[in-house]
C-alpha cells in the first residue's frame, strides 16, 4: 500500500488542523493504520492508531484532542488535531501496519507515508 499524507500547515495554539491521509492499493481496512510525529531533534513517536475494527488509540499528550478516523469508500485516514498546542509542533507521517501487537510502535508499521509539517505558534 503506498501512503500520501496531507493538511498540515501553520496554525495558532488552540486552533485545529485536519490531516488526511490517502491510501492507494489495497483498502486502509486491511490494516491497522497509525499516525505518528517527529519533532526537530526528536525520535519519531506514536500519536494515533485504527484498528481493523474501528478501534482508536492514543497516545496520552494527545488524548482528547485528536481523533483518527477513517472514510472507508474514500479509502482516506484522518487525523483531526483540535486545542494544537506548540509542543505539537512536528512533521506527522500516517503508517500502515500488517500485524497488531499492542505495541503502538513504529517498528510495527512496514509502510509509511512523506511526512506533512504542522506547525503550532503560541
Known amino acids: 500500500v503506498q501512503l500520501q499524507a496531507s493538511g498540515g500547515g501553520l496554525v495558532q495554539a488552540g486552533g485545529s488542523l485536519r490531516l488526511s491521509c490517502t491510501a492507494s492499493?489495497?483498502?486502509?481496512?486491511?490494516?491497522?493504520m497509525g499516525w505518528f510525529r517527529q519533532a526537530p531533534g526528536k525520535e519519531r513517536e506514536f500519536v494515533a492508531s485504527r484498528l481493523r475494527d474501528g478501534r482508536t488509540f492514543y497516545a496520552g499528550s494527545v488524548g482528547g484532542r485528536f481523533i483518527i478516523s477513517g472514510d472507508n469508500a474514500k479509502n482516506l485516514v484522518y487525523l483531526q488535531m483540535n486545542s494544537l498546542k506548540p509542543e505539537d509542533t512536528a512533521v506527522y507521517y500516517c503508517?500502515?501496519?500488517?500485524?497488531?501487537?499492542?505495541?503502538?510502535?513504529?517498528?510495527?508499521?512496514?509502510?509509511w507515508g512523506q511526512g506533512t509539517l504542522v506547525t503550532v505558534s503560541s
Open positions: 492499493g489495497p483498502p486502509f481496512s486491511s490494516y491497522i
Open positions: 503508517a500502515a501496519a500488517r500485524v497488531w501487537t499492542g505495541a503502538n510502535s513504529r517498528r510495527d508499521y512496514e509502510f
